[in-house]
């Protein structure tokens, strides 16, 4: 069942987040060389977001056995461009997460609808998102709700002895 996010869902998500983490870091530890515990290092910010109803945290319980578990989520925000624009804001989807034995069930598909459909109820015109290049899954799931390529970030490693 997804719904949105609660105060008390956000130590539950730490595991979810700390595999979001593992995963990047897996593909580029150049680019996503995170500090430990990320989940724990959210905390305080996604007590933050959830105050703001712009700002959106979806969640996806499991029922089994008379319990319920996380198996995804999505953190998407309003952020603010910087005043050389014609934008003036936009939404941004920082994080997209559905645990291995849940995934091609559309899961992840439902979530990104449901964050559109938040951010045009709102009035925000453009909605970003990162994804690292070498992830053709999430490339594929982008493109087909109507996501593009725009910009390309490239990284390079300095040595700093």
């Known amino acids: 069942m997804m719904r949105s996010a609660q105060p ?12 979001v983490s593992d995963f990047h870091k897996s ?3 150049d680019r996503y060389n995170f500090l430990p515990n990320q989940g724990k290092l959210y905390e305080k910010w996604l007590h933050k977001l959830l105050l703001d109803s ?3 945290c ?3 319980d499991a029922i089994e056995a008379e319990s319920s578990q996380l198996v995804a989520y999505l953190i998407a925000t309003v952020e603010s461009e910087i005043p050389i624009y014609h934008l003036k804001e936009y939404g941004y989807i920082h994080d997209l997460w559905v645990e291995e034995s849940y995934r091609r069930q559309g899961i992840a598909r439902q979530m990104l609808m449901k964050t559109l459909e938040h951010f045009q109820q709102l009035g925000i015109p453009q909605i970003r998102l990162n994804s690292l290049v ?10 087909s709700c109507g996501f593009r390529p725009s910009t390309f970030e490239m990284l390079l490693k300095c040595n700093s002895d």
């Open 8 to 19: 008390a869902d956000i130590p539950n998500l730490f595991h979810l987040i700390e595999k």
């Open 27 to 29: 593909l580029d530890i």
């Open 54 to 56: 712009r700002h959106l």
């Open 58 to 60: 979806l969640v996806v």
């Open 134 to 143: 070498n992830n053709a899954a999430a490339f594929k799931l982008y493109s």
